[in-house]
């Protein structure tokens, strides 16, 4: 059964430092994994996709690396801002295109 | 940009009772998702729904659990006699051919 975990659970970063979020999963036969923000008491916002060919996918200050063969993947954030505080999901997609199964997230708080 | 609609944001029922939740999901997107969030916990899969018929579901989403895709533009998730235990945070994702998925803001279920 996949597991997916996030470590750490927490983080407190001053605002300029680089963040740098871990995800695992215990079966590397994934489809693809999914990077998301999720605001206090709000939805999920879609960061980065990567697909189970791709080692790693960029967006802006937003780097995501994908090993499968280690089951990682690690979510790098530049220059971190106030407005990045927030909580990052990771998903694994287990099977093509259907569900995904979450790790717990990471929370993160950059202070000014 | 296109984005997946929730409504309402929260809804407040007493154990027993039904709850319709609803969603718009993107347009031309063809498969469409429910997930859960109890509070505090993971994120987890509840069904997923292609071609007007569920592909797949998870332990979770028992005979009080359906779901319904009435028109071209509507998706929707119904319990049939709420519990305590159903109250979360229930979120509708949908996807493209791309397989990236889109989250709503979410509803808010409390049963009382």
């Known amino acids: 059964k996949q597991e997916v975990t996030q470590i750490p659970a927490a983080l407190s970063v001053p605002e300029g430092e680089n963040l740098v979020l871990n995800c695992s999963f215990t079966?590397?036969?994934?489809?693809?994994l999914q990077w998301f923000r999720q605001d206090p008491g709000k939805g999920l916002t879609s960061l980065l996709l990567?697909?189970?060919?791709?080692r790693e996918q960029t967006s802006g200050r937003l780097n995501a690396s994908l090993d499968k063969s280690s089951g990682r993947s690690t979510l790098y954030i530049a220059a971190s801002q106030p407005g990045d505080s927030a909580t990052y999901l990771c998903?694994?997609?287990?099977?093509?295109?259907?569900?995904?199964?979450f790790g717990a997230g990471t929370q993160v708080v950059v202070t000014p | 940009e296109p984005e997946v609609t929730q409504t309402p944001s929260h809804q407040v029922t007493q154990m027993g009772q039904e709850v319709i939740l609803r969603c718009v999901p993107i347009s031309n997107h063809l498969y469409f998702y429910w997930y859960r969030q109890i509070l505090g916990q993971k994120v987890e899969f509840l069904v997923s729904f292609y071609n007007n018929e569920i592909s797949e579901k998870s332990e979770i989403f028992d005979d009080q659990f359906s779901v319904e895709r009435p028109d071209g533009s509507n998706f929707t998730l119904k319990i049939r006699s709420t519990k305590l235990e159903d109250s979360a945070m229930y979120f509708c994702a949908s996807s493209g051919l791309a397989g990236e998925q889109y989250f709503g803001p979410g509803t808010r279920l409390t049963v009382t």
């Open positions: 998903a694994v997609y287990t099977d093509s295109w259907g569900k995904l199964q």
């Open positions: 990567i697909q189970s060919s791709q």
């Open positions: 079966d590397s036969a994934i489809y693809n």
